[in-house]
């Protein structure tokens, strides 16, 4: 937006008196104003930063985006699954004398399942990044109460200590 982007060498320029623009005053004035250039481009770029998490959302495709954005900007394989996928399949005993096909039967974890599980999982695909700031991100976005699952996720600890291994 054209009211933030602000040249200050060249308001110093203008703002001075004509008889007064020569380069070494010019040059201190310039000096002088730099801590005030370093104070808006900080203010600018929190601003860009407050217009980023204002246009993402709690939304799967935001968070997706969100969190590809901030860990894996490259190949973008980050993926957030819907929980509460898979219902419980309850075998009965012989003394309930209810006898049921089984068919085919997956081994989950009781994470997975509805009643007991997480309301989505964030799968990292393998990629390297602090496990505490992938959850400060998903907590920044995610609803209040919905419960999640970060999987596939490899921390920056481990790679240090293969790093140190190898060495």
């Known amino acids: 937006m054209k009211y933030y982007n ?9 703002l001075l008196p ?3 623009r020569k380069p070494r005053i010019i040059a201190f004035l310039q000096s002088a104003i730099a801590p005030v250039i370093h104070i808006h481009d900080e203010f600018n770029q ?7 998490k204002l246009d993402h959302t709690w939304q799967k495709c935001y968070m997706e985006a969100a ?4 860990f894996d900007l490259d190949e973008r394989k980050i993926r957030i699954i819907e929980g509460d996928r898979y219902e419980r399949n309850y075998i009965y005993t012989h003394a309930e004398q209810k006898p049921k096909y089984l068919g085919t039967l997956f081994l989950r974890r009781a994470d997975d399942y509805s009643d007991t599980g997480y309301d989505f999982t964030v799968d990292m695909a393998n990629v390297t990044a602090n496990h505490y700031d992938v959850v400060a ?6 609803l209040e109460g919905t419960r999640f699952n970060i999987i596939n ?3 920056l600890q481990r790679n240090f200590l293969n790093q140190s291994i190898r060495l």
């Open 6 to 14: 602000l040249n200050f060498n060249k308001l110093v320029q203008l």
């Open 18 to 20: 004509t008889f007064l």
């Open 46 to 52: 929190l601003r860009l930063d407050d217009h980023y």
């Open 67 to 70: 969190l590809n954005d901030m």
């Open 137 to 142: 991100l998903v907590k920044f976005y995610k």
């Open 153 to 155: 996720l490899r921390t």
